[in-house]
């Protein structure tokens, strides 16, 4: 299979986004139910996190978002952050099972690759959390869209980052990330449409190229089928 969507860089934008999302929505410090000290926790915990995010360390992030959570089970931030480091770590034992399986190594391939399934189910449980406490989070959908990319969930993707691009319109690498199922998947119309609207929102890879060369092998796709 075609795994086109390893190439970018989606961790770091994630890290970015949460270090945003923490300082939007439902903060934690302005629920007056906490008045025991456990609102402070939760915000400094979640600050710890996204600090943990920010500098790639994402089992240090994950602990540190489950320790806001438990000190405020309502802290839509703090379950946004984990989600994000679930996803990090999933990614890290994706790679892991693929470079397994391309040395031959099937046991270790097997073994990452339930890993990585086992973090894209947390980050997309704690999405599904996060839209319970905020059906406008637009990066929750983002994260299940990358998880459901993964996997091979072409649906599921489509689906997810449609989401994300309703409530945040000028998310370019939704608009990338489904244009790449798209194209994926054959449908070129749509993935012409899409690479088109990432790239006049500045969308850039990981290596700050922009969207032109899969846009215009996707309109040129099209054009072969016309």
């Known amino acids: ?130 839209l319970e406490l905020d059906a406008k989070y637009a990066d929750a959908y983002f994260i299940r869209g990358v998880a459901a990319q993964y996997q091979g969930d072409w649906n599921a993707g489509i689906e997810a980052f449609t989401k994300c691009v309703e409530l945040s319109p000028e998310n370019a690498e939704a608009y990338h990330r489904r244009g790449e199922i798209y194209d994926h998947t054959g449908d070129t119309e749509h993935a012409t449409v899409d690479l088109k609207k990432a790239a006049e929102l500045g969308y850039r890879d990981a290596d700050g190229e922009t969207e032109t060369a899969l846009q215009e092998n996707a309109a040129e796709s099209q054009t072969v089928e016309e």
């Open 1 to 130: 299979m075609k795994r086109f969507f390893l190439t970018f860089g989606t961790t770091a934008a994630l890290a970015v986004a949460c270090c945003g999302g923490c300082k939007k929505g439902n903060d934690v410090g302005d629920n007056p139910a906490n008045e025991n000290g456990q609102t402070a926790t939760a915000s400094s915990s979640t600050d710890a996190g996204a600090a943990a995010l920010d500098a790639g360390e994402w089992t240090r992030a994950y602990d540190a978002f489950s320790a806001a959570i438990a000190a405020d089970p309502n802290a839509v931030d703090a379950y946004f952050g984990r989600a994000a480091a679930s996803l990090a770590i999933a990614e890290e034992r994706y790679r892991l099972a693929e470079a397994a399986a391309t040395n031959g190594d099937v046991k270790t391939g097997t073994a990452e690759a339930e890993k990585a399934n086992e973090n894209f189910a947390k980050a997309i449980a704690d999405c599904d959390k996060v």
